[in-house]
């Protein structure tokens, strides 16, 4: 079987030390082997991501993320059912990985996760070696679930960008899961609820989950929450049955997976000063997705510049 140009050409970049976009089953992300401080360092330089915000480390399988962090016995059964897929766990870091220094920021855990997207699959397969890789935008504006919406946030500052024919499945952020302590607790809302988990968010704090700024996921413009009736000037994004209003809708039929696939790649569609005074969104129930949906939009929303 003949290999995908882009993947040859992704494997050469990656080996001398450049960073790539990469579409994920989550959103996309901005990778570079993670064994490569160099090519790590690329990664923090171009999105102009602060050092103290560490990586999530990519991996194959198991037996990879295994020769990173030590995983305790209870992540199993959450393992087996979410790898491949949108689950990160926070592991501690083993003092004998080949991973590169500022992956980890500095911290004594990494955060590991086992990708399912299939194009990034073959690219870890490919180039035989772990792939750090935070979401490919500018830091702490939108992420992005479009080849087209990376090159509007990054531009000539990713040598790469993979296409994106199979799409982001899910289109948040993986679920960020803590195994560093006794009791496991949610770390970030993502693309897994935390009723499929049954687990507790842990406290926000500067330690627990470092990067996760008040302000974050923000577009240029201002942005409102729980509307129900736009302001004159204001986009209006929808969610739920369909009214003269809108000028996109998040999911007509009120489902959070769909306005979880949607919801950047709408906000980068009606984040346009020169059409719109403002982005107005409609409530979207706080349960399942919706939470982290809304814990997206509470940081897009905020201008709060503070851990
Ligand atoms: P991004 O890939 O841009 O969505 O950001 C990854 C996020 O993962 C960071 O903002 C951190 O909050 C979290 N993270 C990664 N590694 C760790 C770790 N070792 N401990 C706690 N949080 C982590
Ligand atoms: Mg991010």
Redesign the pocket.
Known sequence: MSLDPQIIQAVALLAQGDVVAIPTETVYGLGADATNELAVQKIFKAKGRPSFNPLIVHVLNRQWAEKIGSIPPQAYPLLDQYWPGPLTIVVPLLPQTTVAPSVAAGLQTIGIRVPKHPLFRKLLEQYGKPIAA??A?ASNTL?CTTAEDVAKSLGSKVSLILDDTFPCEYGL?STIVDFSSPIPRILRHGAISQEALQLLKAPEGPLKAPGQMKR?YAPHLPLRLNVTVPHPGEAFLNFGSACPQETLNLSPEGNPEEAGRNLFHMLHTLDNPVRFSGIAVAPIPNKELGVAINDRLQRAATTEDTP
């Open positions: 935070p979401s935008n992420s952020e974050h």
